[in-house]
T-cell receptor, first 114, second 114 residues
């Protein structure tokens, strides 16, 4: 059972454009929502994360928006650059007491065209 | 810091053979995770350890898979006998109490079973 659904599977954006990736979760016990970035041949790396007590978090060109009532969260990449071309995974987990077992979405392959 | 180190990076083996994947977590980290990544199933948590003790192995697909962590700086994931459907990228990851929101992944072991 996939508990975190991610869309789209892939997207192409022009340099300078906005990339938007959406995720929906089912388990209301989830309280930590990170995004990971993975380049070809590399392992995933933490990009940005949010907790349900805030509706938005911004770090540079990357912004997470969180809608607790809809059980959805999204990643916006502003002013997308070719170096942002990678696969992005959303994830979710319960409180750390449970061991922070991350449940990952299926991934979105982003290609930024110069 | 050297990061999480995995070996081998690539392995091609014949069906029925034993495969052993190795991981050295980041020094000082007391949590170690094994993930598997495939196109069909995405990133799946197989097992994780805390202070060298297996905490949750519910993601291990079947008895052909086993994992050990004999000390704080070394873990193995073994598949015996291997099958073509085991072909995947296997990631090891680690984190520490006090910085547990950030999980650091290795570069993965690319396994092909023919």
């Amino acid at each position: 059972q996939q508990q975190v659904k991610q869309s789209p599977q892939s997207l192409i954006v022009q340099k300078g454009g906005i990339s938007i990736i959406n995720c929906a979760y089912e388990n209301t016990a989830f309280d930590y929502f990170p995004w990971y970035q993975q380049f070809p041949g590399k392992g995933p790396a933490l990009l940005i994360a949010i907790r349900p007590d805030v509706s938005e978090k911004k770090e540079g060109r990357f912004t997470i928006s969180f809608n607790k009532s809809a059980k959805q969260f999204s990643l916006h990449i502003m002013d997308s650059q070719p170096g942002d071309s990678a696969t992005y995974f959303c994830a979710a987990s319960k409180s750390w007491a449970a061991g922070n077992k991350l449940t990952f979405g299926g991934g979105t392959r982003v290609l930024v065209k110069p | 810091d050297a990061g999480v180190i995995q070996s081998p990076r690539h392995e091609v083996t014949e069906m029925g053979q034993e495969v052993t994947l190795r991981c050295k977590p980041i020094s000082g980290h007391d949590y170690l995770f094994w993930y598997r990544q495939t196109m069909m199933r995405g990133l799946e948590l197989l097992i994780y350890f805390n202070n060298n003790v297996p905490i949750d192995d519910s993601g291990m697909p079947e008895d052909r898979f086993s994992a050990k962590m004999p000390n704080a700086s070394f873990s193995t994931l073994k598949i015996q006998p291997s099958e073509p459907r085991d072909s995947a990228v296997y990631f090891c990851a680690s984190t520490r109490e006090g910085a547990r929101d950030t999980i650091y992944f290795g570069e993965g072991s690319w396994l092909t079973v023919v």
